[in-house]
């Protein structure tokens, strides 16, 4: 069993001039998608050779890519949006990247047949991941306003049938407490054996919205976060996880505490 703790250029918002804060010590894995051009890639890409670090890929590798349309519009058709898609995957074969993420399954919200529209994904997932032998790791979301549905719909998915396509799964902390608060745990202990990465994090709301913030003991029992302890130890039991630790730069963590989530 091996568990590998990683960090999320979200933390960074890809931001090219702060590529360095996530070459830290600690850290042996870094997921970030999303640059601003090529020249921020090509960056990247220098500083992840002159490192010991693995890496993988949130799809889109650009902000002007596709994150939400493989099943349906949102900014792109789902033809586009899957040639686009092809595209990054042929490109990270030759980059050593250890898989690319994607959000799947992701509805806006209510869909007609969306246990037809999650095989048919799936099905071309599992072609493209067979014919460039990279791993593509699905991260159900939230939709519009918080829409949980993409996600009560995988929770409806029979799981006889996920196992068909050999893909594995993202699990969002944040997003899954959000779409189901104390149902949460029970959703994701039924995806455990084809979990690949978790995006962990904790929720901070202000006023209507809601911000990621670093993990820390002191959420278990202060009343204003989620306790995620109990989510984290049936986590743990699923082998070879990559740990992402996410928080938005809105966050503004001190770093004192930031290293006290990562080491526990």
């Given at each position: 069993?091996t568990h590998t703790i990683g960090?999320?250029?979200?933390?960074?918002?890809?931001?090219?001039?702060?590529?360095?804060?996530?070459f830290q010590k600690k850290i042996?894995?870094?997921?970030?998608?999303?640059?601003?051009?090529?020249?921020?890639?090509?960056?990247?890409?220098?500083?992840?050779?002159?490192?010991?670090?693995?890496?993988?890929?949130?799809?889109?590798?650009?902000?002007?890519?596709?994150?939400?349309?493989?099943?349906?519009?949102?900014?792109?058709?789902?033809?586009?949006?899957?040639?686009?898609?092809?595209?990054?995957?042929?490109?990270?074969?030759?980059?050593?990247?250890?898989?690319?993420?994607?959000?799947?399954?992701?509805?806006?919200?209510?869909?007609?047949?969306?246990?037809?529209?999650?095989?048919?994904g799936l099905k071309r997932l599992?072609?493209?991941?067979?014919?460039?032998?990279?791993?593509?790791?699905?991260?159900?979301?939230?939709?519009?306003?918080?829409?949980?549905?993409?996600?009560?719909?995988?929770?409806?998915?029979?799981?006889?049938?996920?196992?068909?396509?050999?893909?594995?799964?993202?699990?969002?902390?944040?997003?899954?407490?959000?779409?189901?608060?104390?149902?949460?745990?029970?959703?994701?202990?039924?995806?455990?054996?084809?979990?690949?990465?978790?995006?962990?994090?904790?929720?901070?709301?202000?006023?209507?919205?809601?911000?990621?913030?670093?993990?820390?003991?002191?959420?278990?029992?202060?009343?204003?976060?989620?306790?995620?302890?109990?989510?984290?130890?049936?986590?743990?039991?699923?082998?070879?996880?990559?740990?992402?630790?996410?928080?938005?730069?809105?966050?503004?963590?001190?770093?004192?505490?930031?290293?006290?989530?990562?080491?526990?």
């Amino acid at each position: 069993m091996t568990h590998t703790i990683g960090i999320s250029g979200s933390t960074i918002m890809s931001n090219e001039k702060k590529f360095n804060e996530l070459f830290q010590k600690k850290i042996t894995h870094i997921e970030i998608g999303e640059f601003e051009n090529e020249q921020a890639f090509q960056r990247f890409l220098q500083l992840h050779r002159n490192s010991n670090k693995t890496f993988g890929i949130h799809s889109p590798v650009f902000r002007s890519g596709s994150k939400y349309d493989l099943l349906e519009k949102f900014q792109h058709s789902p033809e586009k949006a899957w040639h686009l898609f092809e595209q990054e995957i042929r490109r990270l074969v030759q980059l050593d990247a250890k898989y690319i993420l994607v959000h799947f399954p992701y509805f806006q919200g209510t869909a007609q047949n969306p246990e037809i529209l999650i095989e048919q994904g799936l099905k071309r997932l599992s072609e493209l991941q067979h014919k460039y032998n990279l791993p593509i790791v699905c991260e159900p979301k939230l939709g519009l306003d918080r829409s949980p549905k993409g996600i009560e719909y995988l929770d409806a998915f029979p799981l006889a049938s996920w196992k068909k396509y050999g893909l594995k799964l993202c699990i969002d902390i944040g997003d899954y407490l959000l779409a189901a608060d104390e149902n949460a745990l029970e959703m994701i202990q039924k995806w455990k054996d084809h979990i690949k990465v978790v995006h962990l994090h904790n929720i901070e709301f202000m006023n209507d919205k809601y911000i990621w913030i670093p993990i820390h003991p002191s959420h278990e029992d202060d009343g204003k976060h989620y306790p995620i302890k109990e989510i984290l130890h049936v986590l743990a039991e699923s082998p070879d996880i990559y740990w992402v630790l996410e928080h938005t730069p809105h966050s503004n963590p001190l770093k004192h505490l930031l290293m006290r989530g990562y080491i526990g």
